[in-house]
């Protein structure tokens, strides 16, 4: 058993990494709806503390000791008992309200890592796990709120998943980066892939998705600090849509036919969905057609997590933030109307696939940690409350400001297995760069349903632009009748 404030484990570079900005939130989140479930505060304590003794990190805060982040114990996060004050009759929509409040508040780290916000309604209960980027991923936070399903539901764990406390926790991770890949070879070759991954962008000047001029209010919101006015006026608006068991199975047909992943079929066909005249900036570099026959090309910078513990052989019980920011460049884009998305989305998940596939067998994302920017203390210390400073909605373009069209976290097949869960989604908080990025799209597929969380900045994009590409997305992945 651990006491209070001993020395759990260092943070690895990755965790660390997360701390390195205080100007950003770093949180993702779980929402799920509990139905025919009443869950009171003192269930959901007892069954978060059973749960904590499995999960070491959601009982310990950050710590600067000798100048070195570490994590130290402390007891299990509270749980917070909110009101149900959205008055939508959808209960998706609603679920995204709280959603949007949670993950626009920040996770005070010399505190504790993660937050459990339960919303109780008539004979349901939403549930909102809010998790802190520097100690957790998607991969063991869902391990985490899968365990509490199973106690606080009383339904029985599988036998993969018993309560015994996982092994070696307290020993500190490999760093983002074995030692054993740590050779001049790999470190040249992925200086040369940075290298023409910026001659490319040179190149063919990516396009993003237009943007709106944010309401004046909502500017002066977030002017300088993270008030709690600013806070209700919701930093990250969120919009979710759920596929059904057949539609989600045609997803992975689909995927299987084309030869492709499911994480190569969502980045061709939110490629293809922002191939719009109607989404693209009025002044995008899009090149000029050459022809009456050619059709107008364009080039998307797409960013993807990747999961990075099959490379470090860590298993996906295993607490601690182990994920890489993968840049994916799409060229020749083709620019087209509705009749012809699911063409192009084929067309760019093949693309696509083949590119990722080829960079994670040279085991590229391994290799991002050498430029995982390193923590110093003194020049970015941690204030009490870990409350950051200021959240401008609109910063300065900085020069070497990549300019990324969408964001994608596909967390996969996640298996919970208890009939009550409704609407399960995963969300994270889009970053206030809205220079360089306008979405951010978080997917995960529970007990065979798979549900697609578009995030925006609030202002950010017209709600007629989102509804269009999220159509246009969703015929992509869905392909043609």
């Known amino acids: 058993m651990m006491h209070s404030d001993e020395v759990v484990r260092p943070l690895n570079a990755k965790e660390a990494s997360y701390l390195c900005t205080r100007d950003q939130f770093t949180n993702f989140a779980f ?42 114990a402390r007891k299990a996060p509270d749980v917070v008992v909110a009101d149900d004050m959205v008055v939508v009759a959808d209960s998706a ?37 809010t998790f802190a980027h520097a100690a957790f991923d998607a ?52 200086l040369w892939t940075v290298a023409s991954l910026q001659f490319w962008i040179f190149m063919y000047m990516p396009v993003l998705l237009k943007v709106a001029t944010p309401p004046e209010d909502i500017r002066a919101a977030f002017k300088d ?28 047909t689909r995927a299987k036919t084309l030869g492709v992943t499911v994480s190569g079929l969502i980045v061709g066909s939110l490629a293809a969905a922002i191939a719009s005249d109607k989404l693209l900036p009025s002044k995008s570099p899009k090149a000029a057609k050459s022809s009456q026959t050619q059709a107008q090309k364009m080039a998307l910078l797409a960013a993807i997590a990747v999961n990075g513990r099959p490379g470090l ?55 991002l940690a050498r430029f995982l920017p390193t923590y110093d203390p003194f020049k970015n210390p941690v204030a009490e409350g870990c409350h950051p400073p200021a959240m401008r909605l609109a910063p300065a373009k900085p ?37 360089t990025r306008r979405v951010e799209v978080n997917v995960v597929s529970v007990d065979g349903l798979m549900s697609v969380t578009f995030a925006h900045l609030n202002g950010m994009v017209l709600r007629a632009d989102l509804e269009l590409l999220v159509e246009r997305f969703l015929l992509g992945l869905l392909g043609d009748e």
């Not at 505190?111 to 796990?129: K, M, N, Q, S």
């Open 139 to 190: 991969m063991c936070a869902s391990t985490i709120v899968a365990d509490w399903i199973h106690i606080v539901t009383s339904t029985p764990l599988p036998v993969s998943q018993d309560m015994d406390p996982l092994q070696n926790v307290t020993v500190p991770p490999n760093d983002m980066i074995p030692t054993s890949e740590r050779t001049w070879p790999n470190f040249f070759r992925f």
């Open 31 to 72: 929402g799920l709806t509990l139905a025919g479930v009443v869950v009171s505060r003192n269930d959901a304590a007892n069954a978060l503390e059973s749960v904590a003794r499995r999960n070491p990190l959601l009982r310990v805060r950050v710590a600067l000791r000798s100048a070195s982040l570490v994590f130290v």
């Open 225 to 252: 600090v993270v008030t709690e006015e600013a806070k209700n006026m919701q930093l990250t608006r969120l919009t979710t849509h759920f596929l059904g068991a057949e539609e989600t199975k045609k997803v992975v």
């Open 93 to 129: 929509v609603r679920l995204d309200s709280h959603l949007e409040a949670e993950i626009s508040t920040p996770i005070p780290v010399l505190a504790h890592t993660a937050r459990l916000t339960i919303i109780p309604r008539e004979g349901d209960t939403d549930v909102i796990f």
């Open 399 to 435: 020069a070497d400001a990549l300019p990324v069209a969408f964001v994608l976290s596909n967390l996969g097949s996640v298996r919970v297995g208890v009939p009550a869960v409704r609407a399960f989604r995963m969300v994270s908080t889009l970053r206030p760069d809205i220079n």
């Open 313 to 367: 052989d860590i298993p996906s019980t295993h607490n601690g933030s182990f994920n890489y920011g993968l840049l994916v460049p799409l060229s020749s884009v083709t620019i087209v109307s509705e009749k012809s998305v699911a063409v192009e989305a084929a067309i760019q998940s093949t693309r696509a696939n083949l590119d990722l596939k080829r960079r994670l067998l040279a085991k590229e994302p391994l290799h």
